[in-house]
Structure formats: C-alpha cells, structure tokens
C-alpha cells in the first residue's frame, strides 16, 4: 500500500488488504461449530453475514490478531486435535507455552486479544467464553507480570533541545539548504511544538493546513484512538505563530513550502525524497526513509550566534557531533519536548492532556476551547526560554543524564566525558544569548491565557544580507514556480514568508505589476481579496471552513 502513488490506488489497496483478511475469518468460522456459523447458514448470504460480524476492527489490527491465532491453532492442533479449545485449560497450557519459550512481553496479551475477538466474532455469549473465565484472566495476568520482570525498563526518546530546535527554524528558512532538509526540519518542528507522534504527520492534509488568526489550525484525520468507525473521527491541532525561539517565521515559510513539496490535493502531508533531496516523489515516505532524513537534517545543523543587531546567524561549526545524530533522537523525540516543558512551568496534567490529545473526548466544547488552552501553554513556554527565571527549562537535565548513558555505551567513558562537556558549554553559551536577545514581561500563574499580552513576542529577526532578498528596495515580487506555469504576486512588506528570502525564479518590482504578468496574488499579502474578490487568492492553504467559527 506504501508503493501506491495516488489516493484512489492506496484506498484500493487498502480495501483489497481487508478483503484478504476478511475472508480468512469467513473461511475460519465456517469451519467451526459456533453460533455465528449456524446463524449464518440461516440467511441468504451466509458469507457476507459473517464479515459483517468483523465489525469496525481496523485491518492492522484484524492482520494482528490473525497471526496470532494461527500459531497458537497449529499448536492446539498437534496438542489436543482439536480447532477450537474445548476448554479453558487449553488457554492455560498454550500460556505455559509462551512462558517457557522466547516471546515478546506482549505476546500472551496479543494472543488473548485475539481470541476473545474471535469469540465474538464466532457469536459466543459473554457467559460462554472461554476468554471471560476468571482463570484465563489470572493466568494472563501472571504471564504478563512474569515476562515484564524479565523485560529491560521501557525505553522512552529524549526529547529535541531548545538549540536543536532553533537551529531548525533557521534551516527552515535559509535556501542554501536542499529542500528536503528544511521541509523535513519543519516537520520534526510541527511534532514537537503540535505534539505529534510520526504517523500524526502523515495524517495531516496539507490542503486542510491554514492560518487562523494567529494560529496555524488542522485536524488530525486518524489518530491512534480517532479515525473512520470510531467515536472520534477527528481532533483538532493549533500551533501559534509564534512558536519560535530565534524570532524566525519558520512556521510561515513551511505553508509557503507545501505546494513546492507536492500537490496539496494528497492525502498525507511527508512525501518521499529525492536521494539528491532537491525534491520529492509522488509517494508515502516510509519510516526508513524519514529515520535517514532524520539524521541527515541533524548533521547539518549550524550553532547559532547572536549578531550585534540582535538577530541570529549560522557559524560554520556544526551543532551536533556525529555520534549523536545516528541513534540518539529519534522519530519519538518530538512529541515528548511540549508536554515535558509545560510540566516544568507547573501546569496541570488535565491541561497538558490537551496537547497530546491523550483525552480527546467528543464533544463540540472541546473544539471551541483546545486552541485557546493550547496557544496560551506553547506562549507561556516561548517565553520561558527567554527570561533568566527559565534555568532548569535551560539545563535539560534529562536529556544530558539519557546524553551521559548513550555516549558511554557508544564511544566509552573517557570520549563521552569530552563531548558532554563540548554540550554543556554550547547549550549555556546558547542559554545566555537567548536571554539577551529578549525582553519579556513576567508571566502570569501557570495556565492562565495571556490575554493583555501582544500575539507576537520580541524577538530578534532573522539577519538577511543586503542584496539576499527582494524586499530590500522593491515592493512587490512575482514569484514562478511549477515550470513558470504558475505566476504568484506578493507584497515584500507586511505580507508572508516571501518578503525575507531569496527566490531564484522571480522578478521585483517597486510599483503594483499590471494584472496580465501575475495569475494569482497571495492571500497573506493581500488578506482584502477574500472580502472584495478582486483578484485570485492564493492555493496556499484551504479557506476557513464554516466549522472554523465553532473553533474560536
């Protein structure tokens, strides 16, 4: 299904996928001596009334379940001759089994999902299964416990630092950067300031992707809780503007950036890249390929520095040693880094569930007031690393205890005690920078919106070279992508991302540009259009649906 180029091919792929596994139960339950089967041979359409009895199981999950069932029937057949366990002592004895043998932690679990799932399908009452007896549940609370024991402690990623992170919003924006890099960059930036795991990604449509107000608003189409046949089928996602630590609109730049990437028409948001990463294919990046990405943006990070106009720049040293940008982050690393620092600032866990959607509920209220709560928190944590009450937010104790074990296991004691003191000095020199290049009010108690505040914080803008952008002495720029057979106009002031960058394939202009040398005119620099209609609005991003005034 990963190999599909179109939407329509996926959908088709996916819908034979469940076919397939769909039949395997059908062929399964007509071979057994259960309810389900003898009310099917009942209809007209015995085959169709067991896949109905499937249900909304998702067919990762049916695939799951079905591997899991036919070890253990391979067993229960040379065990006892039997297809299905005439009592419970047969679940008990295979238990035994996956005891004794080398399995994963969470195989007796799996297994037991997997027949009672199968009990129901088979159209047993709850009284009648096996799966329900109180000595199954025991035996499979004992094996859990036992393999657990065994198990090494869970294992969680740790999350981007604060440099990390706004060397990325640099990356982001400067064009000397392939354009895999800085779309990749914005990426591993949407997942930690939107808390998103690497699957929520690829759920986001990018032609769904819009500003609102101050906000960067979507809705997460499948999540691991939401999706098609849940009782949520989508949640919302809010990022505000001004999400950034180093005062760049790296935010911005990666909407300008979607249609440059791919058609915003598909139906996930990272597509594959290039090997070269000068651009990118027609099809699903797999985790194989964002895992390679991953470690190629994190080679190529910069450590910043603070000019004497009181922007930010790139040196010439690389952030990372190159031990650390293979194996230590990973695709997890992002999602943990909002919802830890918010802890920090003292803020509830009720209100940080917000941010993860770990309790999305289903109700209208939740929309209305998720990105009121959630713009206030990513405010408040901008803020935080930049005032000099914020040093524990600074330190990041928990990523150089989690640095200290990975390195002495990688490169021995001695090399890891030289590069941990290398970090230590790099993060507080940038620490230091980053309170100087900011003044900002104290905050209020934690959790409470900065109404009175401005949306934007001061922060230092990005240096840009004098002759580096059009908007230095001109007014306006037309800018040509997909071949010039597309002609955008923007403003170099007041406007979008353009303004500030370097394209190419474009032309200034210091006066309005007659109507016939443009196609469209961006939405952001020219917001009146969507009232007057007087010119063509941008493709950027999708309008404002009607359920975006519920939202507010």
């Not at 549940?137 to 706004?166: G, I």
């Not at 309170?435 to 401005?454: L, N, Q, W």
Request: proline share 5%.
């Amino acid at each position: 299904m990963k190999l599909a180029d179109t939407t329509e091919e996926r959908q088709l792929v996916a819908d034979e996928e469940r076919g397939r596994w769909i039949a395997v139960v059908v062929a399964l339950l007509l071979l057994l001596d259960c309810p389900g089967r003898t009310l099917a041979l009942q209809s007209a359409d015995p085959t169709r009334v067991i896949g109905m009895s499937i249900g909304k199981t998702r067919t990762s999950t049916m695939r799951g379940y079905l591997k899991a069932w036919d070890k253990f029937s391979r067993w229960l057949r040379l065990w006892a001759d039997e297809l299905w366990p005439s009592t419970a002592a047969r679940l008990l004895d295979y238990f035994l089994i996956l005891l004794d043998e080398p399995c994963a932690m969470s195989a007796p679990q799996i297994f037991w999902q997997a027949f009672a799932w199968l009990e129901k399908a088979a159209g047993y009452n709850v009284d009648a299964r096996l799966s329900a007896e109180s000595s199954v549940k025991q035996a499979l609370d004992f094996a859990n416990t036992a393999l657990s024991c065994k198990a090494p402690p869970r294992k969680q990623a740790p999350r981007l630092p604060a440099c990390v992170r706004a060397s990325m919003e640099v990356m982001v924006v400067t064009t000397t950067y392939v354009m895999a890099l800085r779309f990749f960059a914005w990426c591993l930036l949407i997942m930690n300031w939107g808390s998103l795991r690497f699957d929520d990604i690829q759920h986001l449509l990018p032609g769904r992707l819009r500003m609102l107000g101050d906000l960067m608003v979507a809705e997460l189409t499948q999540t691991k809780t939401t999706g098609a046949g849940k009782r949520v089928r989508e949640v919302p996602l809010a990022i505000w503007k001004g999400c950034s630590l180093t005062g760049t609109p790296w935010l911005e730049a990666g909407l300008v950036m979607l249609e440059l990437v791919g058609k915003l028409e598909r139906d996930f948001l990272l597509p594959r890249a290039h090997h070269e990463g000068q651009y990118f294919l027609n099809q699903v990046a797999k985790y194989t390929d964002v895992a390679s990405l991953l470690r190629a943006t994190l080679c190529q990070l910069k450590t910043l520095k603070l000019t004497i106009a009181g922007g930010w720049a790139e040196t010439s040293d690389k952030l990372l040693p190159e031990v650390l940008c293979a194996g230590f982050w990973t695709l997890h690393s992002g999602r943990a880094g909002l919802p830890s620092e918010c802890a920090m600032l003292g803020f509830t866990k009720s209100e940080r569930d917000l941010l993860g959607r770990w309790c999305p509920g289903g109700s209208a209220d939740y929309t209305r007031t998720y990105r009121q709560c959630v713009a206030a928190m990513q405010r408040r944590v901008v803020e935080a690393h930049c005032c000099d009450g914020a040093a524990n937010l600074s330190e990041e104790y928990d990523i150089k205890d989690a640095m200290a074990t990975y390195l002495g296991k990688a490169v021995g004691p001695q090399e890891a005690e030289t590069i941990l003191a290398a970090w230590t000095a790099s993060t507080r020199s940038y620490a230091q920078q980053m309170i100087a290049a900011h003044s900002v009010e104290p905050h209020g108690a934690a959790g409470t919106p900065a109404v009175d505040r401005p949306a934007t914080p001061r922060h230092p803008a990005m240096q840009v070279p004098a002759d580096g952008g059009p908007g230095m002495d001109t007014s306006y720029v037309i800018i040509y992508t997909r071949g010039r057979r597309s002609a955008r106009l923007h403003r170099t002031t007041g406007g979008c991302y353009w303004a500030g960058i370097e394209v190419r394939d474009s032309e200034a202009y210091k006066g309005l540009p007659a109507a016939g040398l443009y196609d469209s005119r961006c939405k952001f620099c020219f917001p009146e259009d969507k009232v007057t209609g007087a010119a063509p609005s941008s493709e950027s991003g999708s309008e404002t649906d009607s359920s975006d005034s519920d939202a507010q």
